[in-house]
């Protein structure tokens, strides 16, 4: 195998020299209809998407377009020689397609329009050109100077912090980022429990300009993920801006300087203050573990501990475990450490809706491997394909139809009653023979109301197992041995798990952040947290979020996106401070209060505020939602593509 070029184009492949017989055993393994996009590269011929060799049809993960196994042969003994012959002339692609072929190629994977006003997103995303459409190219409108006296903290290394790192260093801003962990990775740093895992498809779920094609699993687990995280960090080289094991405490605005004093402390206990010009903070929204106060907890003789902090030197081989709380965290340790415990005690106070998703766990063969690192553009389309069937591109389905009687809290529309429909029989196909534990698996609010959960069968086989009850009792206190259910049952654990989730509503908790005439953040918000575009906040100049208020997702995309989409308005409203010699930039209150009443307006009408589904990490006590984004997917992209200098209040 040839090293790669450096010359090439990103994601045009490394050259191979594979036999024939080598090629052909890997294309049983690859998804079809992107190798036809591939294709089209290699050749510059379109007749490879106008053919016969078209999918089916278009599900999330489903990879070969449902396309039947006689056409996906024929389709690999015409691509053989063609690969073959590529490989001969010196791999080599095509000159790139032009944008109406490219928009075909888009539609023949999509197997239906995409809308024209979609595409740039997608080409933006894929960057087939090779370029980075987020890389910073300030040229020489800010001196260097403007720059060196603009440092930035960022709060957190997480995927978003990281990102920001990058972003800052190809500016060439001074920053420097503080993570209270030992390493990068945010979420995939602190849980490391057993079977944790990504749950959108590992070939989206990475950085547009850095894709990767070594997932050794489609749905990548934790180790993995955190891997990934380290290497971009080492190869950006943000590592040299990183101070880890260092907590920001405090940040107060000083509004005669237009400067962040930010009190960061270390693992001693010492603490420094930090002079900045702009914050940002990247400190994720599910990160601060909650564990409701059950009476007797500290009875327990035994370990307990928290999912996201989840004690590796405790051997549950064997032992009693009672897992509290099964939401999307719950889901995945389960089955994973099921076979090995002498008894899982599952208590779930709600049944959760989980989507089919047969690849859920599976590794990804050594062809399909090959595919993305040798043949043209084939993980760009990959890429499209994991991405478009999930993306957010309309509110529609969430949407609750004020005329759908819902009387019954099942359903909030006609099309939803069919979604929940559909989710359940496939429920009724795994467990229909026995009643009682498909009565306890029912949810009872409308389909997709909280995060729908993946299945590919591990849960409801975990629940089928002996050694496992699934408990759908309230608790009414913790003792010594065990919990006691609210009907008096003991359940014996020699270990006990929260599966209980996180403090979403409590953005930036528990840092004390104050801004302009002594606002504190988390009181000014109080548990209705607000941002313009979940990036900026009134009072709190120079302030940015990453994956603040209203940015959640719960209708698709990926969180890596988004920050990409943040990071871009964050850059572009640095640039514009230094540009005008500005000293901070604030929204404007009107401008925040209209964006909030709109998304309020919108998130209000979808199917997790629906009144029928209680008990929801997204909801505030008052049972309203500040944590979700009710906006398409390309309707965000839009909205941050550019930092509106209207919006603002400049000082
Ligand atoms: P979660 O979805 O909030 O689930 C918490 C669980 O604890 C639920 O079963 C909840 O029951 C239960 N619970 C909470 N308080 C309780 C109480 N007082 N008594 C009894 N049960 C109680 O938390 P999570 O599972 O950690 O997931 C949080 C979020 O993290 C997810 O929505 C997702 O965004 C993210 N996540 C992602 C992945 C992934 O990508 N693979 C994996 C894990 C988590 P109720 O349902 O009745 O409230």
């Known amino acids: 195998m040839t090293a790669p070029d450096q010359d090439r184009i990103p994601h045009a492949g490394t050259p191979f020299t594979d036999s024939d017989e080598a090629i052909a055993a890997a294309?049983?393994?690859?998804?079809?209809?992107?190798?036809?996009?591939?294709?089209?590269?290699?050749?510059g011929d379109p007749s490879w998407i106008r053919g016969e060799f078209k999918p089916a049809g278009l599900f999330l993960n489903e990879y070969q377009g449902f396309m039947d196994e006689d056409l996906k042969a024929r389709a690999r003994a015409a691509a053989v020689p063609v690969i073959a012959a590529y490989r001969d002339a010196g791999c080599v692609p095509a000159p790139q397609p032009s944008a109406e072929l490219v928009h075909e190629m888009m539609r023949y994977l999509a197997c239906g329009d995409v809308a024209d006003d979609v595409v740039p997103l997608f080409l933006e995303e894929m960057g087939l050109d090779g370029s980075d459409a987020g890389a910073i190219d300030w040229s020489d409108n800010?001196?260097?100077?403007?720059?060196?006296?603009?440092?930035?903290?960022?709060?957190?290394?997480?995927?978003?912090?990281?990102?920001?790192?990058?972003?800052?260093?190809?500016?060439?801003?001074?920053?420097?980022?503080?993570?209270k962990n030992g390493g990068p990775g945010g979420t995939w740093w602190e849980n490391r429990y057993p079977?944790?895992?990504?749950?959108?498809?590992?070939?989206?779920?990475?950085?547009?300009?850095?894709?990767?094609?070594?997932?050794?699993?489609?749905?990548?687990?934790q180790p993995e993920l955190q891997q990934y995280f380290e290497n971009v960090m080492h190869k950006y080289g943000v590592d040299r801006h990183c101070r880890f094991n260092t907590e920001v405490v405090s940040a107060e605005f000083d509004e005669s300087v237009g400067r962040w004093s930010v009190v960061v402390r270390d693992a001693e206990g010492d603490e420094e203050t930090l002079e900045a010009r702009a914050v940002i903070s990247a400190v994720g929204s599910l990160n601060r573990p909650k564990i409701p106060d059950f009476p007797g907890m500290d009875d327990f003789a035994g370990p307990s501990f928290h999912s996201a902090r989840w004690d590796r030197s405790v051997d549950y081989n064997a032992k009693k475990v009672v897992m509290i709380g099964a939401g999307a965290t719950g889901f995945q340790i389960a089955p994973t450490i099921a076979p090995d415990v002498e008894q899982l005690t599952i208590l779930q106070r709600t049944a959760q809706w989980m989507f089919p998703n047969p690849n859920y766990h599976?590794?990804?063969?050594?062809?399909?491997?090959w595919a993305m690192r040798h043949l043209p553009f084939y993980g760009r389309w990959?890429?499209?394909?994991?991405?478009?069937?999930?993306?957010?591109?309309?509110?529609?389905?969430?949407?609750?139809?004020?005329?759908?009687?819902?009387?019954?809290?099942?359903?909030?529309?006609?099309?939803?009653?069919?979604?929940?429909?559909?989710?359940?029989?496939?429920?009724?196909?795994?467990?229909?023979?026995?009643?009682?534990?498909?009565?306890?698996?029912?949810?009872?609010?409308?389909?997709?109301?909280?995060?729908?959960?993946?299945?590919?069968?591990?849960?409801?086989?975990?629940?089928?197992?002996d050694n496992v009850s699934l408990v759908r009792l309230g608790i009414d206190r913790i003792v010594e041995n065990g919990v006691v259910t609210e009907d008096g049952t003991l359940h014996e654990a020699d270990i006990i798990v929260y599966a209980t989730g996180f403090r979403h509503n409590d953005y930036l908790w528990p840092m004390r952040i104050v801004g302009r005439d002594g606002h504190v953040l988390n009181e000014y918000w109080g548990e209705e947290p607000s941002a313009l575009l979940g990036i900026t906040v009134p009072?709190?100049?120079?302030?940015?979020?990453?994956?603040?208020?209203?940015?959640?997702?719960?209708?698709?995309?990926?969180?890596?996106?988004?920050?990409e989409c943040q990071i871009n308005y964050i850059m572009d409203g640095i640039r514009q401070i230094l540009e005008?010699?500005?000293?901070?930039?604030?929204?404007?209150?009107?401008?925040?209060?209209?964006?909030?009443?709109?998304?309020?307006?919108?998130?209000?009408?979808?199917?997790?505020?629906?009144?029928?589904?209680?008990?929801?990490?997204?909801?505030?006590?008052?049972?309203?939602?500040?944590?979700?984004?009710p906006w398409p997917i390309p309707t965000y992209w839009e909205m941050t593509k550019h930092f509106d200098a209207d919006d603002y209040v400049w000082t």
Not at 143 to 156: M, Q, Y
Not at 548 to 555: C, D, I, K, R
Not at 598 to 617: D, F, K, P, Y
């Open 539 to 563: 009072e709190f100049p120079n302030l940015f979020c990453m994956y603040g208020p209203g940015t959640n997702l719960a209708h698709g995309g990926s969180l890596i996106f988004h920050s």
């Open 195 to 221: 079977g944790a895992r990504v749950d959108v498809g590992s070939h989206f779920y990475c950085y547009s300009f850095e894709p990767a094609d070594h997932w050794t699993e489609y749905f990548s687990q």
């Open 382 to 465: 990959f890429r499209f394909l994991s991405f478009w069937p999930g993306a957010g591109l309309s509110m529609e389905n969430s949407r609750i139809d004020p005329e759908y009687d819902d009387s019954d809290g099942l359903a909030i529309s006609a099309a939803n009653k069919s979604t929940g429909e559909f989710f359940l029989s496939l429920i009724a196909e795994q467990i229909g023979d026995d009643p009682e534990l498909l009565e306890a698996c029912t949810p009872k609010y409308p389909a997709t109301g909280k995060r729908t959960l993946q299945d590919n069968g591990s849960w409801l086989a975990a629940l089928k197992r």
């Open 27 to 43: 294309l049983e393994e690859v998804s079809i209809p992107t190798l036809m996009c591939s294709l089209v590269h290699m050749t």
């Open 142 to 179: 800010v001196g260097a100077e403007a720059k060196a006296d603009f440092p930035v903290v960022v709060i957190g290394c997480g995927q978003s912090g990281l990102l920001a790192g990058i972003r800052l260093l190809e500016a060439g801003i001074p920053f420097t980022v503080i993570e």
């Open 362 to 369: 599976r590794v990804v063969p050594e062809g399909d491997k």
């Open 580 to 629: 005008r010699e500005a000293t901070s930039v604030e929204p404007k209150q009107a401008v925040h209060d209209a964006y909030r009443g709109r998304l309020q307006a919108e998130i209000g009408q979808m199917v997790w505020s629906h009144w029928a589904v209680t008990n929801s990490h997204y909801k505030n006590s008052d049972g309203v939602i500040y944590t979700l984004s």
